[in-house]
């Protein structure tokens, strides 16, 4: 990427962290005429991926086009559900989804937004912010040297917690009883379906959580669990529990690494935007809250923020009453989608393991073509009928958080 000789001390557009988010964001300012700085604080775009790797196909596309072998683990076509007491249902509502190679995938948006001319500097660490007017001056550790850049707009896609956006005086903070506490391995040496993601659900497995098994080629898949923190014991960590599990369901696995973090299941932050700052991905909490998915949301937000962002520094009017539209724009986008989810999410971990079971066992019943997600839901809530109604609005949805809105028209290029 960039060397420091190389670097402006002013640019219309400077994005701190370079996952899909901020390379999106990066990107589409850059097609937008815009000079942008991509900022990365670790030395190698896509070393710390903290995810289970799945995306739908669709997103992919949209973005890059049909990606090419390096940049996917696995072609996922079936998700199949696995109850307390072990029944599985295979959902046969085709899907198509791929599980990536993140590192690979991340560094390839990069590149993109490099080709439309932003430039990417890694091992750089913002410091601090100081606002000046309606840009900022963003100080950057680079190589332990301290540097001011000036920027008349900033992209903060920094992730959960983000400091850019507390820098702007926006709240960031996630409360405890909205963040899942999640660990996943990379197993070697296990025999899963390459084409199957599976969901699996259990108090004594995951409380008010779930686990996860993604494949990833040959003998290897991406397994972890997330659970609500105040569901456990609080002796008792993610760790403990999928350790456990893995003990149990993949004896004599081996672990080529390993990860802990936090996903938010909450929905976006009250405030996304500031004077010259809009936040996007994990940093403005455009996760999907059901499932903690958060790579399409993310480039989709990413690519929305990039595009405001740089319609606002062309007008010269980067105040936070004109980036304003940014809020309302991804609220119409995904936000209000996002709420929906929200209440299912509620719905699904408040479910005891007994309905978990009787589901799986009435989906296991039904012919095949029948096995939907939709039916899976519905089944879910059909002995709780004060739930049709709240959900009713999501099933109306149901599909929207994936149709084109959002995307590109065609892989930009």
């Given at each position: ?67 090419p072998p390096e940049l996917v683990s696995a072609k996922i076509s079936r998700v199949r559900f696995t109850s307390p007491d072990g029944a599985t249902a295979t959902l046969m509502h085709e899907i198509d989804s791929y599980v990536l190679d993140r590192k690979a995938f991340d560094k390839a948006l990069a590149a993109r937004a490099v080709s439309a001319g932003a430039v990417v500097l890694t091992g750089s660490r913002a410091l601090s912010m100081k606002q000046h007017g ?280």
């Amino acid at each position: 990427m960039a060397r420091e000789s190389e670097l402006s001390d002013f640019y219309d557009v400077v994005v701190i962290g370079a996952g899909p988010a901020g390379s999106c964001a990066a990107w589409r300012a850059a097609l937008e005429g815009c000079s942008v700085l991509l900022l990365e604080k670790d030395l190698e775009i896509g070393a710390q991926v903290r995810c289970a790797e799945g995306i739908s196909a669709r997103a992919v596309h949209a973005f890059i086009g049909v990606p090419p072998p390096e940049l996917v683990s696995a072609k996922i076509s079936r998700v199949r559900f696995t109850s307390p007491d072990g029944a599985t249902a295979t959902l046969m509502h085709e899907i198509d989804s791929y599980v990536l190679d993140r590192k690979a995938f991340d560094k390839a948006l990069a590149a993109r937004a490099v080709s439309a001319g932003a430039v990417v500097l890694t091992g750089s660490r913002a410091l601090s912010m100081k606002q000046h007017g309606c840009g900022w001056e963003v100080a950057v550790d680079i190589d332990g040297a301290r540097h001011t850049v000036h920027a008349k707009g900033v992209v903060g896609a920094d992730g959960i917690e983000s400091r850019v956006g507390r820098w702007a005086g926006l709240k960031t903070h996630t409360p405890l009883e909205e963040m899942e506490s999640c660990y996943q391995y990379r197993l070697s040496g296990v025999e899963v379906d390459q084409h199957v993601v599976e969901l699996v659900f259990g108090s004594g497995i995951a409380p008010s959580g779930y686990a996860w098994i993604f494949p990833k080629g040959e003998d290897t898949a991406n397994v972890g669990l997330g659970i609500k923190r105040q569901a456990a014991p609080v002796q008792i960590t993610a760790k403990d529990y999928l350790d456990r599990w893995i003990e149990e369901r993949f004896p004599g696995a081996g672990s080529l690494g390993e990860f802990a973090g936090g996903v938010p299941i909450s929905v976006t932050l009250p405030l996304i935007s500031a004077d010259g700052l809009v936040l996007a991905g994990d940093a403005a909490h455009q996760v999907n809250p059901l499932s903690g998915a958060g790579i399409s949301s993310g480039m989709r937000g990413g690519w929305l923020a990039g595009g405001v962002l740089a319609g606002q520094v062309t007008r010269g009017d980067t105040s936070a009453k004109a980036l304003r539209c940014y809020d309302e724009s991804w609220r119409s986008l995904l936000g209000r989608l996002h709420e929906n989810h929200y209440r299912v999410a509620q719905v699904i971990f408040n479910t005891t393991d007994s309905q978990f079971n009787s589901l799986a066992g009435e989906l296991a019943s039904l012919p095949e073509e029948k096995r939907t997600l939709y039916a899976a839901v519905s089944r879910a809530v059909r002995s709780r009928p004060s739930l049709l109604l709240q959900l009713a609005g999501y099933f109306r949805n149901w599909w929207s958080s994936d149709s084109g809105r959002g995307y590109p028209e065609s892989p930009p290029q």
